[in-house]
């Protein structure tokens, strides 16, 4: 008996262990008294963050794609660029909420709506398609948000992720559907993205589409996006709900970019809080 105790309290304290694990950088964060909230976007202007544009450069936004109205920050999708934190960060929970908007321009015109989150950027403004840093995308996409991407234009080891995915859902080129305990893949570039629970493989790419059983709110309603970035790890909540999670990330640390990619989006919280331990 004294045995079986000791066995199971193994078992018990290793399970607890798991979970704790889990949830170890929601506790770090949210139980530190030192652990202060900074509000990236400050629900005036866009101070602590720069503007870039495929076809302007950095810091030259002439038909104000990325505007701040009534406390929130409206991405007009009529450019390809984003803003750009001034500052770079490492082990942090992000949380940023959005709401999808109503026009759309080419290339996305008639596809389903399109933005991202990028963290972890580092490198030259613009060294992706003239656009964006090289980075971790969270995907902010009608039918999709969570999903993970590497932005790099080519295979690096200084930029990826390793995930786990569904085997009867997984791509050729690597990547595929998220699955806690499923096979283990790294991508290197967006061609191979790792796609959040609970979306569709099959998803159309058209304005309004929904998976069945859809996580995201309603067209007009407003989404909330955790992302906790601890050391080498990501995880992905949408609208409270576990959704994608990464391991062995590159880089690690860097500024963090909102994307305007040819639609219509709104953002009214971008708020950081680092991880202290």
């Not at 505007?67 to 409206?74: A, D, R, S």
């Not at 061609?191 to 059983?213: A, H, M, V, Y």
Request: net charge neutral; glycine share 10%; hydrophobic share 35%.
């Amino acid at each position: 008996m004294r045995l079986f105790g000791v066995v199971f309290g193994f078992v018990l304290l290793s399970f607890l262990g798991v979970v704790v694990f889990a949830q170890d950088s929601v506790q770090v964060a949210n139980n530190n008294p030192n652990a202060k909230v900074i509000h990236l976007f400050n629900g005036k202007d866009l101070d602590g963050w720069y503007t870039f544009l495929q076809s302007c450069g950095k810091g030259n936004d002439p038909n104000k794609v990325f505007t701040v109205e009534n406390g929130v920050i409206h991405v007009s999708g009529s450019e390809m660029g984003c803003i750009t934190t001034n500052g770079e960060y490492e082990n942090f929970i992000l949380e940023v909420e959005y709401k999808v908007g109503e026009k759309s321009y080419p290339p996305r015109k008639d596809k389903a709506f399109d933005s991202g989150v990028l963290i972890h950027s580092i490198g030259k403004d613009g060294e992706y398609g003239n656009v964006w840093m090289r980075s971790i995308e969270i995907q902010v996409i009608e039918g999709g948000t969570g999903d993970f991407y590497v932005v790099s234009p080519k295979k690096d080891e200084k930029y990826k992720l390793t995930s786990t995915v569904d085997p009867k859902n997984q791509f050729k080129n690597g990547g595929g559907l998220f699955q806690k305990n499923g096979i283990e893949t790294t991508v290197y570039t967006p061609s191979s993205p790792i796609q959040r629970i609970g979306t569709d493989l099959k998803r159309e790419n058209i304005p309004r589409f929904r998976n069945k059983n859809e996580i995201e709110k309603q067209h007009g309603e407003w989404n909330s996006i955790k992302i906790i970035a601890k050391e080498d790890k990501i995880d992905v909540y949408l609208n409270g709900q576990f959704v994608n999670q990464a391991k062995d990330v590159r880089p690690q640390k860097g500024r963090i970019q909102i994307q305007s990619e040819g639609a219509e989006f709104f953002y009214r919280r971008v708020d950081l809080t680092p991880i202290i331990e």
